[in-house]
């Protein structure tokens, strides 16, 4: 099966930037997309991007559209996630995950977690004011 692990998070003051990583193993063509998503304290899980493997179409939630940036390294099989402009409302753990049903690449918006099949294990994003 697909085994994913996250690095890069840190501490970072307001308005600084992060580049999250994931290196993936044992990545095939049923894996349809990746996404990273982040759950801060006290909160819900919620999706941040997206990535289609095949195509690299992305898709991005409102509350970050301009300020991150999703990609991938498939000579590499790791996943980015570019934060820049970082927010307070930022900090959260982040996770990368990995979708293996076409209907990810259907959804609009940001990804949605019940359609991810493979999880990392996390990594921390603490943003000081």
């Known amino acids: 099966q697909v085994q994913l692990v996250e690095s890069g998070g840190g501490s970072v003051q307001a308005g600084g930037s992060l580049r999250l990583s994931c290196a993936v193993s044992?990545?095939?063509?049923?894996?349809?997309?990746m996404g990273w998503f982040r759950q801060a304290p006290g909160k819900e899980r919620e999706g941040v991007a997206a990535?289609?493997?095949?195509?690299?179409?992305?898709y991005y939630a409102d509350s970050v559209k301009g300020r991150f940036t999703i990609s991938q390294d498939n000579a590499k099989n790791t996943l980015y996630l570019q934060m820049n402009s970082l927010k307070p409302e930022d900090a959260a753990m982040y996770y990368c995950a990995a979708a293996v049903n076409w209907r990810c690449a259907a959804v609009v918006g940001p990804p949605l977690s019940d359609l991810y099949n493979y999880w990392g294990q996390g990594t921390q994003v603490t943003v000081s004011s």
């Open positions: 990535i289609v493997t095949h195509g690299g179409t992305t």
């Open positions: 044992r990545y095939s063509y049923s894996t349809y997309c």
